[in-house]
């Protein structure tokens, strides 16, 4: 079984990387191949719907990544009250094709005192709008949760974090048992 995890920064500096990379580890103890882009660090050309753009090495990564994916864990901080523009901008060179019926979890790292909701809403909406199955549990990680390097430090975060990622390879292998 592979997951892709998505970590949905853009930032240098970032703790949605933090939990990105938790998550990963937590989905590698449950011995689940992990399929890691960071758009942070994998920086897509802007999403222009042509052809061009499909032959950019980033583009082809992320979408070989996502084809071979069974499942999804996407993070994001909250900008705005929306999820960043660029993990937006990585959905759309996806789309459809690549998450019809195939699990996601969501976890956010909210800042600004709104508390991530609403980046947690528009991240469901629209990987709803690509047809994934949005497990309904979601976890949104405060600024306190993280230590000076951005690492998830907190006990609780860690847990609910972990809890997501064993949902996920839970439902990803029964959607799998399903299709076989």
Do not use: W
């Not at 996502?66 to 993990?87: I, N, Q, W």
């Not at 990680?141 to 390097?149: I, K, Y």
Request: hydrophobic share 40%.
């Amino acid at each position: 079984m592979k997951i892709m995890v998505i970590a949905g920064s853009p930032k240098a500096e970032s703790r949605t990387r933090g939990i990105a990379q938790y998550a990963a580890e937590e989905l590698r103890k449950l011995n689940v191949e992990v399929l890691y882009f960071d758009v942070g660090i994998d920086q897509l050309p802007l999403f222009k719907g042509d052809a061009a753009s499909a032959e950019n090495e980033t583009v082809k990564k992320l979408a070989e990544y996502a084809e071979e994916a069974d499942g999804f864990f996407v993070t994001s901080p909250e900008y705005h009250s929306g999820m960043s523009g660029a993990l937006k901008n990585a959905l759309d060179f996806l789309g459809g094709k690549y998450f019809k019926n195939k699990p996601s979890a969501i976890a956010v790292a909210a800042g600004g005192g709104k508390g991530g909701i609403n980046a947690l809403a528009n991240l469901r909406t629209v990987l709803r709008g690509i047809y994934s199955l949005v497990i309904p549990d979601q976890y949104v990680a405060d600024p306190v949760n993280f230590d000076e390097g951005n690492v998830l430090v907190d006990e609780l975060a860690q847990t609910r974090v972990r809890e997501l990622a064993t949902q996920l390879k839970e439902l990803t292998e029964l959607v799998s048992a399903n299709k076989a």
